[in-house]
């Protein structure tokens, strides 16, 4: 059964520190992976993965895939307390035409 | 903001009823996508379609449908409603049904159920 797992499901840093939140999945038919931020409501659009050991970055959040050990990394360096959210890994399965989610992992980044 | 709409925001309904949900997608996309997020079950994949056509069909109920209009725009339709339908119900939008762009979601429905 195809799966994507987070890791950990629940993280509490104070502001400054680096975190990084993992994500592995077992999916048929990979064709991306993507990271998400949901705060209050509907999940926000980070990152697109799609070819392993290429970084993506956006300010203080990076991420990375590694398509043969298959997992994913979000990194969030020098966090603020706006950086508190739940963020969701997702995989798209083509055969399927989907993305199946991860439980995410809640963030809470401490003053 | 995506540029992915839904309404309305918030519906309470009382149990055995219908509603519909609506959803327009960013422009220049032609792929829609549904999701109901509760606390237990987190984001499941309920439909998808494509220009129109349904494309793909996730853990759907029999008493949910849905369809795309020539305009793009989607409708989920929910019959029978019981109290586990209580649920955010997100609509997402992409270029085309590859996987190769990024789904785009809209601020969600709240629906409760009692």
């Known amino acids: 059964e195809d799966k994507v797992v987070q890791s950990p499901l629940s993280l509490v840093v104070h502001e400054g520190d680096t975190v990084t939140l993992n994500c592995s999945y077992e999916?048929?038919?990979?064709?991306?992976l993507l990271w998400y931020k949901q705060e209050k409501k509907a999940p926000t659009f980070l990152f697109m993965l799609t070819s392993s050991g290429i970084e993506k970055k956006s300010g203080r959040l990076s991420s990375i895939l590694d398509k043969k050990e298959l997992f994913s990394i979000l990194n969030i360096t020098a966090t603020q307390t706006g950086d508190s959210a739940i963020y969701l890994c997702?995989?798209?399965?083509?055969?399927?035409?989907?993305?199946?989610f991860g439980k995410g992992t809640k963030l809470s980044v401490k003053p | 903001d995506s540029g992915v709409t839904q309404t309305p925001k918030h519906l309470i309904t009382a149990t055995g009823q219908r509603v519909t949900l609506r959803c327009s997608p960013r422009?220049?996309?032609?792929?829609v996508y549904w999701y109901q997020q509760s606390l237990d079950q987190g984001l499941q994949f309920l439909i998808q379609y494509y220009n129109g056509e349904e494309r793909a069909k996730g853990n759907i109920l029999e008493r949910f449908s849905a369809q795309q209009f020539p305009d793009l725009h989607s409708e989920l339709n929910l019959s029978s409603l019981e109290l586990g339908d209580s649920a955010l119900y997100f609509c997402?939008?992409?270029?085309?049904?590859?996987?190769?762009?990024?789904?785009?979601f809209g601020p969600g429905t709240r629906l409760t159920v009692t």
């Open positions: 999916v048929t038919n990979f064709r991306s």
């Open positions: 422009s220049g996309d032609l792929s």
């Open positions: 997702a995989v798209y399965r083509g055969s399927q035409g989907n993305l199946i």
């Open positions: 997402a939008s992409s270029v085309d049904p590859s996987g190769s762009y990024e789904q785009y």
